[in-house]
Structures are given as C-alpha cells and as structure tokens.
C-alpha cells in the first residue's frame, strides 16, 4: 500500500514537488519528509554542500526549480545510503539526489563540481582493477586541487603505508572480466532508459 501523492502518467506534474516524485523510479516517501535533519547529520558530504539534503528537500517543496536545480548538494551525493538507511520516514534520499542531477543535466543546469574529476578517476579505477586505488586517487585530486593540502596529508599517507592499509600500486580482483560485462550491461540499460 503507497500512501502521499500519486502522480499519474496521463497528466503532467504541477508542481516540481510532483516532478520530482514522478522522475525518481519506486516510492520516494519524499511526502513523508517531517524535516528532522537526520539526513544531514548522516551525510560523509554534509559539510561540502551549499544546501543540506533537508534544506533541498525544502526547497523542492517550496518549488524552488532554479534555485535547487543550480545547487551543487546533488553532485556531492557519493551515493552510500547512510541517510536513506537512517531516515525513520524511509525517504529514497540518494535515489531523489540522482533525480535531481538528471533533472539539472536535462535544463542545462548542471555544473561540474570541484570533485567531479575524482569521481571520473574512482570510475576509471573500479573499471580496470575491480576495486578503487586510494594512493592513485588521492595524490591525483591533490595535486590537481591542493597541492598544499597533500604536503600535510603526507603523514597520514606515510602512517597507513607503514601499517600496511594502503597499497602503492594497484591490484586487480578475480574475475574482472564478469565485473565488466556486469558494468558493460548495466550502461546499456541505461542507456535504454534515459
């Protein structure tokens, strides 16, 4: 049984609250937000955000289009559910952050944060080793980004490498050919679908 507002097929959306909710696939329970902020205390990406996700999910209410379609808060979603597994209104929070970018991407609203080239080489990574390369990864943000920020990393990065939690070269998992026609498929079926 679904409860909250049904938008059905036939008619448009007339608002961008019911946009939102007829653009992100399943349930959203977006209506069922009581703004408790638990979602925010959550995010690994809060403080990175110019809009939290309970300050978003107000706006989207508030038919706020531009203003939330310009924001930078979907981009810096990494995607790790920590928020929707949290929320005691079970809210598709990560699943209505991809609607938003799809929805800013679709008006030309998109712009490209400063972690999007991360995200580009954490991809790459996970293509051709199966897993991320977190030395790879951080010394490349770094340097585009903060050169200075990693001379004072250096020492954490020294730590880990001593104790062994981070490799200096990358290493591919088992079976990656399956990883990649999993992803190779996967892309079609987006591709189908968008």
């Keep these: 049984m679904t409860t909250g507002i049904q938008v059905s097929p036939e008619r448009a959306p007339i608002s961008f609250f019911e946009e939102v909710i007829a653009a992100t696939p ?10 408790c902020g638990t979602c925010a205390g959550s995010c690994p990406s809060g403080e ?16 706020l289009r531009d203003e939330v379609l310009s924001s930078s808060s ?10 929707t597994v949290r929320c005691p209104q079970e809210v598709s929070i990560t699943g209505i952050m991809y609607t938003l970018k799809s ?52 020492s954490m990065g020294w730590g880990m490498l ?3 939690r981070l490799d200096l070269t990358p290493h591919r998992i088992e079976n990656l ?7 190779v498929r996967a892309k079609e079926i987006e591709e189908v679908t968008a």
């Design 162 to 164: 001593s104790r062994e």
């Design 48 to 63: 990175d955000m110019e809009h939290s996700p309970r300050r978003l999910f107000a706006m989207v209410r508030a038919g």
């Design 103 to 154: 929805l800013a991407i679709k008006e030309g609203k998109y712009k490209e944060p400063a972690g999007a080239d991360l995200s580009q080489s954490f991809v790459s990574n996970v293509e051709n080793y199966g897993r991320s390369f977190e030395l790879g990864l951080a010394t490349r943000n770094f340097l585009q980004h903060s050169p200075v920020e990693l001379v004072r990393m250096a």
């Design 74 to 83: 979907p981009w810096y979603c990494v995607s790790c559910y920590y928020c």
């Design 177 to 183: 050919d399956q990883l990649q026609a999993i992803l």
């Design 26 to 35: 399943g349930d959203t329970r977006l209506q069922m937000c009581i703004q």
